[in-house]
C-alpha cells in the first residue's frame, strides 16, 4: 500500500482537510475510503516503530492508559489478547460486549471510534494476514494491555537484536575498511628507504 510520503504537499492538504469533515458529510467514495485507509496504515507504521524501538513496559499511549486499561481487563478478564480472535472483535456477541466498553471513553479519547488497524498476532508486524480494522478504543486497550503484561517486549527485542548485530556488521566492516589505509603508509614508508 502506498503510504502518505508518496502524496505532494497539495494532496496532503486536501486529505487532511477531507479527513477533517463530519463523518455524516460523507458517502460511499472510494477515493475517501482509499485516504481512511492509508490514515490508519501511517498511524500503525508509527505504533510499531515506536514499540520496536522503546521498550513497550514503558509506554504511555494516552493519559488515560490506567482507566483504560481497569476497565478493559474489568469487563474482558479472559480475553486472550498475544493472539487475537477475530470472532471476539466482531461477531454478534462481541460487539455487544464492546459497545459499552467502547462508549463510556467517547468523550475522553478523541476519536474514540475511529478505524484503526490491530495485529492479531501481536509477535509479528503489520501484514496483511495479521492485520484485522478495529475501533481506535479498542486499539488502544489491547496495546496498552499488551504493553503491560508484556506480551510486545518479544517485538522490542528481535528489534534491538536485529540493530545490534547490523552495529556489529558495520563494526567489522568499518575495521576492515580501515585496516587497508593503515597497512599502506607503513608499506609506502617500506618503499621510501629502499
Not at 18 to 36: F, G, H, I, K, R
Not at 85 to 93: I, M
Request: glycine share 2%; charged share 25%.
Amino acid at each position: 500500500m502506498a503510504g502518505l510520503g508518496s502524496l505532494n504537499a497539495g494532496e496532503l492538504m486536501s486529505v487532511a482537510h477531507s479527513l477533517s469533515q463530519p463523518a455524516d458529510s460523507y458517502v460511499n467514495d472510494p477515493n475517501l475510503e482509499m485516504m481512511w485507509a492509508m490514515k490508519a496504515y501511517q498511524h500503525a507504521e508509527i505504533y510499531f516503530n515506536l514499540i520496536c524501538s522503546v521498550d513497550p513496559k514503558f509506554l504511555k499511549l494516552t493519559r488515560e492508559d490506567d482507566q483504560i486499561y481497569t476497565e478493559f481487563r474489568k469487563q474482558f478478564r479472559d480475553l486472550k489478547i498475544d493472539i487475537l480472535d477475530p470472532e471476539k472483535l466482531k461477531s454478534e456477541a462481541a460487539k455487544l460486549q464492546w459497545r459499552p466498553f467502547c462508549l463510556q471513553f467517547e468523550t475522553l479519547i478523541e476519536d474514540f471510534n475511529y478505524g484503526t488497524l490491530l495485529r492479531l498476532d501481536c509477535s509479528r508486524d503489520y501484514v496483511e494476514e495479521n492485520t484485522i480494522f478495529a475501533t481506535r478504543i479498542q486499539f488502544f486497550a489491547i496495546e496498552i494491555a499488551r504493553n503491560r503484561e508484556g506480551y510486545n517486549t518479544v517485538v522490542y527485542e528481535r528489534s534491538t537484536k536485529a540493530k545490534a548485530a547490523n552495529v556489529d556488521d558495520k563494526i567489522i566492516e568499518v575495521s576492515t575498511n580501515l585496516e587497508e589505509p593503515l597497512d599502506q603508509p607503513a608499506a609506502l614508508a617500506n618503499t621510501a628507504h629502499s
